[in-house]
Structure formats: structure tokens, C-alpha cells
């Protein structure tokens, strides 16, 4: 394959990616192979314990989740194939401000990621529900490249210096957004939703992936599918039959607190609702879903439901099923699925 010029950090996120396969599968220090020292993985997986306590929401097996995601995706092969496309001007010292998000761990690594490459000078705001991941990785990343250290610096006061900015929050804090950074060059993303189209035929292994693109991270990301498209007639139950995998949601104290609370809005205003106990199935015209909650609706025009979807796609992050994405890769974006659809590679090579 044909070289890539004037990309930095490669190398470094490719070590990356090869030690987190290493630090998902064991449970203490494989050797050297990893790539660090036996102290160095105690401290991965202290850390990855200590982020999963802050923040409930953030399991164990959440976090390994998105670290699996980042194994897979930091290869040489899957590197190259997403950065041969462009092309990179030489370094500059310019500065990016990055305000994370912190309903996903390590929701803003991939802005991060795409900086390092262009060599790019970083200033990171981190969420407070997500303040231990990215300095790990980070930290991770040094080990194999120390000049990481000095692109890379956390922000917890004013952020200063910059000459561009990426931002990621709801619609409420864009306005915010707009207000102190508008005037700079910049991406602002907003609440988005995913939605999935069932086929009348879908297989039941089908179904069992779809409940991942559900519930594999509670329904807290704009890559979390909460909304249904259903043909008329379809069966709900089947839907239920192969969701029941996620089973151990009625062990997890704040997602049954939002799915306690749902239930009993719903009984009280008397709306019709499907439940198995963790799930609620509700008949709503939104595509938006509160966590716990699933929304649905009946078709019975693919070409009338493509026009209806597509004067909503300032709202999809990413549609599953039927014209879409295949069932079980929602929550597997690949390095060149940005947030939004908005190229932030190419965005950061013309600043």
C-alpha cells in the first residue's frame, strides 16, 4: 500500500491497539508481549475498576466494550485504509480545544485520535462523568511515544490558546457552544438518535444482534438504537424472545431506577405499553426514547417511511436493518464513521 505522508503518532496507536487486546483478554500481566511492564498493566486495570466505581453507569464490561471497539479498530490495515484517502499538510502548531462528552467511555477519543495524526497541539475539557478514561489511554499512548505528553495537555480552568474547537454535548450546552466559540473554527455536535427497519422475515439471530444496537450501552449514545421501524402485523413477542440476554439490567440499580420511574409515569397517564421487566415497548410516533424506554411504529410503505426518515436525518446518527447498517454493529463504529457525518479529518486539515 502506498505510503502516508506526514502523519504522526501511527505507530504509537498501533501499540495501542495491540496492548488493549491484551488487557481486555487477561485478567493479570501476560508478559512483555503486552508491550509494558507488569506495574504498568496493575495500574490499567486498577484504573479501569476506579472509573467503573465514579461513575455507575460505566461498568466493567461497558468499558471493555469501547476498549474492544479501539483494539479492533487500531490496526495498521484499518489505519491505513481510513487515512490513504487524504491528503496531510505538514505539522503545525496550531491548537484544538476538545470538550468531551461523558454519556460513553472514551466517547471523545476519536477527536483525539484524529489530531495526534496531524500532529496537532491538543487542549482536552473532559466530562466529569468521564475524567479517568482518556488520561489512562493517554498515559497508555506516552508509554510508547513520549512527545504525547506534550501534545496533549487536560484542561480543568479556562481553556486558552486555541485556534479551533471541537465540541460534543446536547442541544442545550450548543448554545453555549455557539456562544463562547462561534467565532473560532470549529464542529458542534448536538443529540442525536439511532433507529433501526425490521423486515417481516428478520431471522432470530438477527434480533438477538439488534439487542446489543439496543441495550449494550443502556441506550446512552446517539449510536444507540432507540427507535423501531416495525412492519405491520409484526410480532412484538419476538422482539422480547431475543432480548432477554440483557436479563442482568435488573441487577443495575440507576438503569432499573429510570425504567421503575418510566413505568410508572406511563401507568398513570394510562398509556398502552409492552414490558418483560426491564424493557418497555411503547408505540410512539418520537424518535427519541427515554433509557429503559424503546419506541415503535408500524410501516407499511418502505418508500413513504425513506422520505419520512430522510427529512429526520439531521437527527440519525445511524440507521440499522433495512437500508442501513446490519444488525449488531451500532455500537462498532469503525474509524471512519464520524460523529454526525461531519469529516473531522478533513475539517482539521484546512484549519
Not at 490499567?44 to 475498576?49: A, L, V
Not at 489512562?136 to 486558552?160: A, G
Amino acid at each position: 500500500m502506498e505510503k502516508i505522508k506526514n502523519v504522526y503518532q501511527k505507530e504509537s496507536l498501533i501499540q495501542l491497539g495491540s496492548f488493549l487486546n491484551y488487557g481486555v483478554q487477561f485478567s493479570s500481566w501476560p508478559g512483555y508481549k503486552c508491550g509494558i511492564s507488569e506495574n504498568e498493566f496493575k495500574y490499567f486495570k486498577s484504573t479501569i475498576k476506579k472509573a467503573s466505581r465514579e461513575n455507575l453507569w460505566f461498568s466493567e464490561e461497558m468499558i471493555n466494550n469501547s476498549l474492544i471497539n479501539w483494539a479492533n479498530n487500531l490496526t495498521e490495515n484499518n489505519l491505513n485504509q481510513w487515512l490513504i484517502k487524504y491528503k496531510f499538510p505538514s505539522k503545525n502548531n496550531k491548537n484544538v480545544l476538545i470538550i468531551c462528552a461523558g454519556n460513553l467511555p472514551l466517547v471523545g477519543l476519536h477527536d483525539v485520535i484524529c489530531c495526534l495524526l496531524l500532529g496537532l497541539n491538543v487542549q482536552l475539557k473532559l466530562s466529569k462523568n468521564d475524567n479517568i478514561l482518556l488520561p489512562l489511554i493517554i498515559k497508555l499512548l506516552s508509554l510508547f511515544e513520549s512527545d504525547i505528553n506534550k501534545q496533549v495537555v487536560f484542561v480543568k480552568d479556562k481553556p486558552m490558546g486555541y485556534d479551533t474547537v471541537i465540541a460534543t454535548g446536547s442541544d442545550n450546552s450548543n448554545r453555549y457552544f455557539d456562544y463562547y466559540f462561534g467565532d473560532y473554527p470549529h464542529i458542534f455536535r448536538k443529540n442525536r438518535t439511532s433507529v433501526a427497519v425490521l423486515e417481516n422475515d428478520i431471522k432470530d439471530d438477527q434480533l438477538l444482534n439488534l439487542s446489543h444496537d439496543i441495550l449494550q450501552y443502556y441506550g446512552l449514545g446517539c449510536r444507540s438504537v432507540t427507535k423501531l421501524y416495525l412492519p405491520e402485523n409484526f410480532n412484538i413477542n419476538r422482539i422480547y424472545e431475543n432480548i432477554f440476554v440483557y436479563k442482568e439490567l435488573t441487577n443495575h440499580n440507576k438503569y432499573m431506577n429510570n425504567y421503575d420511574y418510566n413505568r410508572s409515569i406511563f401507568l398513570l397517564e394510562k398509556k398502552l405499553f409492552f414490558d418483560n421487566g426491564f424493557l418497555i415497548l411503547k408505540e410512539d410516533e418520537n424518535l427519541f426514547s427515554p433509557i429503559s424506554v424503546l419506541n415503535f411504529e408500524y410501516f407499511s410503505n418502505l418508500k413513504d417511511l425513506e422520505l419520512e426518515l430522510d427529512s429526520l436525518s439531521n437527527q440519525i446518527q445511524c440507521r440499522v436493518g433495512v437500508g442501513g447498517i446490519s444488525y449488531g454493529n451500532a455500537q462498532k463504529p469503525k474509524l471512519w464513521d464520524y460523529a454526525d457525518g461531519v469529516d473531522t479529518i478533513d475539517f482539521l486539515t484546512k484549519i
